[in-house]
């Protein structure tokens, strides 16, 4: 059983296109996120959902737009695409034990969606 | 400067050598600390967390220092299998579960 799956693996695209990448995870975490990996390998935070919650919204521009139905979901839906956008775009979710501290037990990252804009 | 700071190599080593990666972090309020290990063109896995006390899983041990901030991960007895880049996790613990991710380390070994 794949714990954190995205969707599409591969994408390519025009620019102007819009599209939208899928993410779920089976490991009942509560906290979910989008990373982004540029052509430098350099690991990003984009997103965070705590419990279906927006709590990080880092610099990003506003033609990416997060969805998370439920916290089981995390979707991203990107407009006007634009060649910059190229990268890979990572899926992960943890799990944080709240009540005395809040512990932060690392992340279990999707397998990646490799947009290329063309 | 970058909130955690790796060595981006590359490592180049021989089977069997032993190799120690550093991380530096700049936010003492960081209560969580990870090594985590990217294979070409797959995703990020956890590799292990680092707790004050150090910790070792086989071949691997990893030190947290505190009062210096820094982060280490020693590999002994390199396996070809080890070549990868290694990320250095950096956490503070907060309802917004955000982490940081260094640049990155890579290390081959070769036979």
């Known amino acids: 059983d794949t714990a954190v799956s995205q969707t599409p693996k591969y994408l390519v695209t025009q620019m102007g296109n819009d599209k939208s990448i899928k993410c779920e995870q089976n490991?009942?975490?509560?906290?979910m996120y989008w990373y982004k990996q540029d052509s430098k390998k350099f690991l990003k935070i984009m997103f965070s959902?705590?419990?279906?919650?927006?709590?990080i919204n880092e610099t990003v521009p506003n033609r990416f737009s997060p969805k998370s139905p439920d916290k089981a979901h995390l979707n991203l839906h990107i407009n006007s695409l634009e060649l910059g956008d190229s990268a890979v775009y990572f899926c992960?979710?943890?799990?944080?034990?709240?009540?005395?501290?809040?512990?932060?037990?690392?992340?279990?990252f999707g397998s990646g969606t490799r947009l290329t804009v063309v | 400067r970058k909130e955690v700071e790796q060595d981006p190599g590359p490592f180049n080593v021989p089977e069997g050598a032993t190799v120690a990666f550093n991380c530096t972090y700049s936010?003492?309020?960081?209560?969580?600390f990870f090594w985590y290990r990217q294979d070409c063109r797959k995703e990020p896995k956890l590799l292990m967390s680092?707790?004050?006390s150090g910790n070792e899983d086989g071949r691997f041990t990893a030190q947290l220092n505190r009062a210096s901030q820094y982060i280490s991960l020693l590999i002994r007895d390199s396996k070809l299998s080890d070549s990868a880049t290694y990320l250095c996790?950096?956490?503070?613990?907060?309802?917004?579960?955000?982490?940081?991710f260094g640049d990155g380390t890579t290390l081959t070994v070769k036979p």
């Open positions: 992960a979710s943890s799990r944080s034990l709240t009540g005395q501290g809040v512990v932060d037990y690392g992340y279990t």
């Open positions: 959902y705590n419990n279906k919650e927006l709590i």
């Open positions: 936010n003492s309020a960081s209560q969580s």
């Open positions: 490991l009942g975490h509560d906290t």
């Open positions: 996790v950096v956490s503070l613990n907060t309802n917004a579960g955000k982490s940081t």
């Open positions: 680092v707790y004050s």
